[in-house]
């Protein structure tokens, strides 16, 4: 009996202790991403690049398409060309940053698409099984085969030159690599028992898929398809240096590598700026994508 008001006493405190809220998956992550000063420092350097693309015509620059052949291959520090000029004396801040729309545009786009086209098929196929995932999985396993590089040099020779053609030649590329991944995650949820469960509630396949499925998958196949990110910004300059992608005049870090290759015993470094710009994209999006995969990893 005399244990009774101290039991009282601790029930009293429990009840008048405040709820403490669980922390949900998504919001772990987003906390375990802050705490990565690698992949913050990144992410600050994407958005400023993203920033500068989006809001270039209320910057103040140069028009990036007017040249002057009196101050061509201008040095970098040269006053009013911070970052000097190009083979024809336009001003290489202005074609940097104008060039990033397009240059973000063919290599973010293709991921992107390819990330949706090759979700589908990856968890119809994985799901469904049989011959229907035979059919889908070798028809994936042709374009597999070949090299990256020589699948979107051959695609986009076929289509010809041009931003569009570009795009699908990369999207092409990317679909049969995500469709894989997408179906080896895929097939490796389809007989756990919440699906089970839903499948014996009366659930559809389209159903269990959308539901059930396509959340427990989107998260490896979204950190998979971002670390294509790099490799599509490599092949959409490389098939605009080899004269596939962007046609002149336009800016694109791509081409404008291919127009001031010549230049490159002159001023080295305004023909460097380019290639720079194309190198601190990639590094930065497959670093964050190493950070994303880490913060995803709950287990660890």
Known sequence: MS??????TADAALQAAPATKARGYWATVGRRIMRDKVSVACALVLLLIFLSAVL?????LEDPYKGSMVRRLRHIGTAGYPLGTDELGRD???RLI???RLSLVIGILPVILAFCIGTSLGIIAGYVGGKLN?????????????PSVLLAIAISGALGAG??????????????QITRVAESVTTGVRNMDFVEAARASGAGP????RVHILGNVLGAIFVYATS???????LAAGLSFLGLGTKPPEPEWGLMLNTLRTAIYVNPWVAALPGAMIFAVSICFNLLSDGLRSAMDIRN
């Open 3 to 8: 244990d009774f008001p101290l039991h009282a």
């Open 56 to 60: 270039a015509p209320w910057l103040g």
């Open 92 to 94: 290489m801040l202005a």
């Open 98 to 100: 104008y060039g990033g």
């Open 134 to 146: 035979t059919a889908i999985m070798r028809t994936v396993d042709v374009f597999y085969a070949f």
């Open 163 to 176: 931003i569009l053609n570009s795009i699908v030649s990369l999207t092409v590329v990317f679909v049969p």
């Open 206 to 209: 389209f159903t269990i898929m």
């Open 228 to 234: 294509l990110i790099s490799v599509s910004m490599i």
